[in-house]
């Protein structure tokens, strides 16, 4: 931790991804700013949590490259290629009482007989499905997929893991996360018995062959002369550009970004019409439950990343296993696993709720035979109060109009949960440098 100073400079708020490269590229401006990070350790939610021999990251957290080719190449991450691993994606679809293949709307023709029939039938209709344009997420994935796939598997899949109705949402909503209605590969994909088709944008990543993803974090934290950990903003002021610490200092700012949740720091801000223009944004939660494992999985999962499970019976969104990534995330014969259930705004988190809700998908999970409950020898459940943003129509213009009066006193979001955006490890610490960049020219 450095010394505090008082005097206006630049600030970081958020010791995350975007955070870290934002005050990196700062700092080799000359601009060296202080951070801000309420956690006892930089990172955010690109953390991993060591207990004994087991590694468990925030959930699943993959380094996904679209601008750069390898680690070594994203800018300040200070990252050795020898030690990361690329991996082909082995993602399923629990569907029928069975595995199939992700993304399911590419492999239709390998779901039981009569799903891939209907699958089919519903597909060749679906221009038929909708009446009109619809802008909403709903309607986008009845017409480009058909209402059957999108009943049984697309849309309560979605639900579960954003943790809200989908007709609630834009139709852009999941951007390039989202494997689109590309006609070659869905019809490449209806033949019964055929090789799995990819596609998508996350077939392919990186991950770290020793531990979790939190080796990423400590390449971009090396050099950070003044960050204070431990210690949260709890005020903005911003016609004074001050803002107030946990620890009860007053740090004057020039140039302010923050990764933190754009919800929370207009909130922080005490501006009214920040606070009204806020009001309007929603998010998910995530309660991600991890074990670590001695001995087999169940053989369904025994190699498979994650799973997708759209079963409302089952509270879990999705089921992933760290350590078949490859990292030493898991001593020799056992096995660092989790699941994530999505919660919505305004959901119970008392610790009695998550308690029970823990429970509940730990029993679902023994009951699909992927993890014997007597295997299991540790658990550890995080929750991430802020895990997906909600893209609705009415986004788009309330964060532009809240960024803009953010930058009439200085102040500019950085990051996913900063720029309320749903993107991906690379591209939230693009965001960071290259706007640390621009508003320090």
């Given amino acids: 931790m450095g010394n505090l100073t008082s005097r206006a400079g630049n600030v970081v708020i958020g010791a995350g991804l975007s955070?870290?490269?934002?005050?990196?590229?700062?700092?080799?401006?000359g601009r060296s700013p202080e951070v801000f990070e309420a956690?006892?350790?930089?990172?955010?939610?690109?953390?991993?949590?060591?207990?004994?021999?087991?590694?468990?990251?925030?959930?699943?957290?993959?380094?996904?490259?679209?601008?750069?080719?390898?680690?070594?190449?994203?800018?300040?991450?200070?990252?050795?290629?020898?030690?990361w691993q690329r991996i082909d994606r082995r993602s399923y679809c629990y569907l029928g009482g069975t595995l199939v293949p992700a993304p399911v709307q590419y492999n239709m023709g390998l779901l039981p007989g009569g799903m891939r029939s209907e699958c089919i039938r519903s597909y060749d209709a679906r221009e038929n499905e909708v009446a009109g344009s619809s802008h909403n997420l709903r309607d986008f994935i009845v017409q480009s997929f058909g209402r059957y796939l999108a009943e049984v598997f697309l849309i309560p899949q979605n639900e579960k893991t954003l943790a809200i109705p989908v007709d609630r949402l834009s139709r852009g909503a999941l951007r390039r996360f989202f494997p689109p209605p590309d006609e070659t590969r869905v019809r490449r994909g209806m033949e019964p018995d055929g090789s799995p088709v990819d596609g998508g944008y996350n077939s392919c990543f990186w991950y770290p062959r020793v531990g979790g993803i939190s080796r990423l974090v400590r390449g971009l934290a090396c050099g950070i002369d003044r960050m204070h950990l431990s210690t949260g903003v709890v005020s903005l002021?911003?016609?004074?550009?001050?803002?107030?610490?946990?620890?009860?200092?007053?740090?004057?700012?020039?140039?302010?970004?923050?990764?933190?949740?754009?919800?929370?720091?207009?909130?922080?801000?005490?501006?009214?019409?920040l606070v009204a223009l806020s009001s309007a944004l929603t998010n998910s939660a995530t309660l991600c439950i991890n074990l670590g494992i001695?001995?087999?999985?169940?053989?369904?999962?025994?190699?498979?990343?994650?799973?997708?499970?759209?079963?409302?019976?089952?509270?879990?969104?999705?089921?992933?296993?760290?350590?078949?990534?490859?990292?030493?995330?898991?001593?020799?014969?056992?096995?660092?696993?989790?699941?994530?259930?999505?919660?919505?705004?305004?959901?119970?988190r008392d610790t009695a709720s998550l308690v029970a809700i823990e429970a509940r998908a730990c029993d679902a999970l023994f009951r699909l035979g992927w993890v014997r409950p007597e295997s299991v020898v540790c658990r550890v459940t995080q929750l991430l109060d802020c895990a997906y943003v909600h893209l609705t129509p009415e986004r788009d213009g309330i964060v532009a109009e809240i960024r803009e009066r953010l930058a009439r006193a200085g102040v500019y979001p950085i990051g996913r949960y900063g720029c309320w955006d749903y993107t991906s490890m690379e591209e939230s610490i693009l965001s960071g440098i290259e706007t640390a960049r621009r508003v320090a020219a």
């Fill in 19 to 29: 955070g870290l490269a934002a005050a990196r590229a700062l700092a080799e401006l």
């Fill in 39 to 83: 956690c006892a350790e930089p990172g955010g939610l690109t953390r991993t949590t060591v207990v004994g021999p087991f590694s468990f990251d925030y959930t699943g957290h993959l380094l996904h490259l679209a601008r750069h080719d390898t680690p070594a190449d994203l800018p300040y991450a200070g990252q050795d290629n020898a030690d």
């Fill in 237 to 273: 002021n911003l016609p004074e550009r001050r803002l107030k610490t946990t620890e009860g200092n007053e740090v004057g700012w020039h140039v302010l970004l923050s990764s933190m949740p754009l919800v929370a720091l207009a909130g922080m801000s005490g501006d009214r019409d």
């Fill in 294 to 348: 001695q001995g087999a999985l169940g053989e369904a999962v025994r190699n498979a990343h994650w799973v997708y499970v759209p079963d409302a019976n089952i509270p879990f969104y999705r089921f992933g296993v760290y350590s078949n990534l490859g990292g030493r995330v898991a001593p020799p014969g056992h096995a660092s696993v989790y699941v994530e259930v999505g919660l919505a705004p305004g959901a119970a």
